[in-house]
């Protein structure tokens, strides 16, 4: 009995993860439990590589950041989506709070210790900042009262969460704006071929596709790091930056985006995908393959602007611009062997990122 019942158990998490992170058409995924807020569908060791990197070209630990903006993101939309949150000081009974952690790709917990210092046990965590901040607003949703968090990870497999109660009156946060334009996602009706291909799941540690690791990231996490980020950043080391161009940009954010981009480009690169183009369709199809699959945009028109492959991307929404230009540049690199310069500007109800040769060519 128990082998079936453990099938069953197993077939409607599958569901339930297929049904609630729904494709759209403009290449977003949203979490339809989350007021439909996009999510990146981010493979869990190029996660780690895109925070390494980072702070690689900034100079930067960026741990503490990334923990308080999870934690931060974490309170806010849970609020304006009105999800029910944990309650008690007993994690064993919040079976709603696993399931979306499962769901998300994030691990599991439990407690260890509830005296004057609170110590949990997280297994299996995507990432030791990420997923302390997320379990730190949680808690503090359950107890109703803010805290001090650390954490001590040793291993991949699990970490050690410390946190304290903490008496300061903290506002609760608001929403942040985006620095460019964002059109209202619309479902995408029919299948998205091979999105859900070779899943599987082991419940209580994580689920995987292809036999990878997969977890869902909001884009307002991404959006409160990259505040958190841009106080300390003063100058980039390792990096490209003369090749990244981001119009109505201020300088610094400009800066952090370059990083953002060239560390995806980089790692894209690397990965050492076949990029074979022939024509602006197959620009399109690309982009769904790279960019759709992890719900961080699609190419929507294309415009070819001069005879050395350079080109002209329109699309309405996207993930975050940095992460898009970091990926179509990699794909630009991989289909014509040469350094790529690219620039974003966003009007007229568009985004635009042109991709052009880095250096000039002579006819």
């Known amino acids: 009995m128990r082998f079936f019942a453990s099938n069953n158990k197993d077939e409607s998490l599958l569901l339930n993860i297929k049904k609630r992170w729904i494709p759209s058409e403009c290449g977003l995924i949203l979490d339809s439990q989350k007021i439909f807020h996009p999510v990146w569908r981010v493979d869990a060791i190029l996660f780690d590589l895109f925070i390494s990197g980072i702070e690689k070209r900034s100079g930067l630990s960026l741990g503490r950041r990334l923990a308080h903006a999870s934690s931060e993101s974490e309170e806010w939309i849970s609020s304006i989506s009105r999800t029910s949150f944990p309650k008690g000081r007993n994690p064993e009974r919040w079976k709603k709070t696993r399931i979306d952690w499962f769901e998300r790709g994030l691990g599991d917990f439990e407690l260890i210790d509830d005296n004057d ?21 949680n808690w503090e949703k359950a107890t109703g009262k803010r805290h001090r968090f650390r954490w001590n990870q040793n291993k991949s497999e699990s970490l050690i969460l410390m946190m304290s109660q903490d008496n300061m009156d903290i506002p609760s946060p608001k929403i942040i704006n985006l620095n460019w334009f964002h059109d209202k996602p619309k479902i995408l009706e029919r299948n998205f071929h091979d999105f859900w291909d070779s899943l599987e799941i082991d419940f209580g540690k994580n689920w995987t596709i292809m036999g990878r690791r997969f977890a869902m990231i909001n884009q307002d996490t991404i959006l409160r790091f990259e505040n958190y980020f841009l106080p300390y950043l003063n100058e980039i080391f390792e990096s490209r930056d003369d090749c990244y161009q981001w119009e109505g940009i201020d300088e610094k954010r400009s800066l952090l985006w370059s990083i953002f981009s060239d560390t995806i480009r980089e790692i894209f690169y690397n990965q050492g995908h076949h990029i074979l183009i022939s024509g602006g369709k197959d620009w399109i199809n690309a982009s769904k393959r790279h960019l759709a699959k992890q719900g961080l945009g699609r190419i929507e028109s294309i415009d070819f602007i001069d005879d050395f492959g350079g080109i002209e991307i329109s699309f309405t929404s996207c993930f975050h611009p940095a992460l898009f230009c970091g990926v179509m540049s990699g794909c630009w690199e991989r ?29």
């Open 117 to 137: 210092e609170i110590r949990f046990l997280i297994k299996y965590p995507l990432n030791g900042p990420l997923c302390s901040g997320i379990f730190s607003a």
């Open 335 to 363: 289909a014509n062997g040469r350094s790529v310069r690219s620039s974003f500007s966003s009007k007229n109800n568009c985004n635009i990122v042109r991709l052009v040769s880095l250096n000039e060519i002579s006819s």
